[in-house]
């Protein structure tokens, strides 16, 4: 019995313990935009190495799902590859949540197609054609093109499932305000999904963050009038603006930062950060040094 006692004991102080060091490390949590995901990830491992006593939980699902966890007041910090829409900025003062927007970087919203595929520049007029709900542009042959390998000509829209926001900044740039996506797309959770999928299918075109460009796939340039110049996505014409599909990135948090919050969203905005971003693709907020 004593013996017993002792063992149950021990465990209990064991228990204790573990839940006092576990209350020694501040969580944060941070969700939201598949764009993002990949840097935040990486922003998260490297700010543990210097601050241990920090951990960043770090998942995507889309700027939409982010901002819907800010505003649930489930999240410290939203990740959106868009602004909030005016219905969730009054849905959050409705739940007494305050959002307050952060610019992290800069990303360029790329086209892709098989590598494969003779096109080398499009429009938005053409792109609006292409994705576009009323667009008459179905077979690579009303472009001028003939693709190898793909049957019948017939294009395959890749796009974006309607809670992220590359799909809703594609949307709102490319189709226009009150623009609507063509029926019969083909709609991924995911940036790289989006990528994969286009390398795998001659037909396709798709539209994904300049991070998430391979080999495997080819970029084409974009015009933002007819006839006028066409610019190659990339991390310095994300700086400058001339790539005409260019964004902010953003993080949100409810209110001006606090404490290890703020501590943390300084440090990404900082050089060392921000040469973490630029490492993944994406353009920096400003003029930084890399070593």
């Not at 490297?46 to 649930?72: L, R």
């Not at 609507?180 to 959770?189: A, E, Q, W």
Request: net charge positive.
């Amino acid at each position: 019995m004593k013996a017993k006692f002792f063992s149950v004991t021990l465990l209990t102080a064991g228990i204790a313990l573990t839940a006092l060091n576990a209350g020694a490390r501040t969580l944060i949590q941070n969700k939201g935009s598949d764009t993002l995901v990949n840097v935040a990830q990486a922003w998260a491992e490297q700010y543990a190495k210097i601050h241990p006593e920090v951990a960043v939980a770090v998942s995507g699902g889309g700027s939409g799902t982010g901002i819907a966890a800010m505003i649930n007041g489930t999240v410290d910090i939203a990740n959106a590859s868009r602004k909030m829409k005016k219905k969730e900025l009054k849905l959050a003062e409705k739940h007494g949540q305050n959002p307050v927007e952060h610019v992290v970087g800069y990303d360029a919203l790329a086209v892709f197609v098989h590598p494969d595929n003779p096109i080398k520049s499009l429009s938005f007029a053409q792109l609006k054609q292409i994705y576009g709900r009323k667009g008459k542009f179905s077979k690579w042959t009303d472009l001028g093109v003939q693709v190898p390998g793909c049957k019948n000509q017939e294009i395959v829209l890749v796009s974006r499932q309607n809670n992220s926001g590359t799909y809703a900044y594609f949307k709102k740039a490319v189709l226009g305000r009150k623009g609507k996506y063509r029926m019969g797309t083909r709609d991924m959770h995911g940036s790289k999904d989006v990528v994969d999928l286009v390398e795998k299918t001659p037909c396709a075109i798709g539209y994904s963050g300049l991070a998430y460009a391979t080999d495997h796939v080819k970029m084409v340039c974009v015009a933002k009038e007819d006839g006028g110049p066409c610019v190659i996505p990339s991390v310095a014409t994300a700086s400058d603006g001339s790539y005409p599909i260019a964004r902010p990135l953003f993080m949100y948090t409810n209110g001006e930062p606090q404490g290890k919050v703020k501590d943390y969203l300084d440090w990404i905005l900082s050089d060392v950060g921000q040469c973490i971003i630029l490492k993944k693709g994406y353009a920096p907020v400003n003029k930084i040094s890399c070593e």
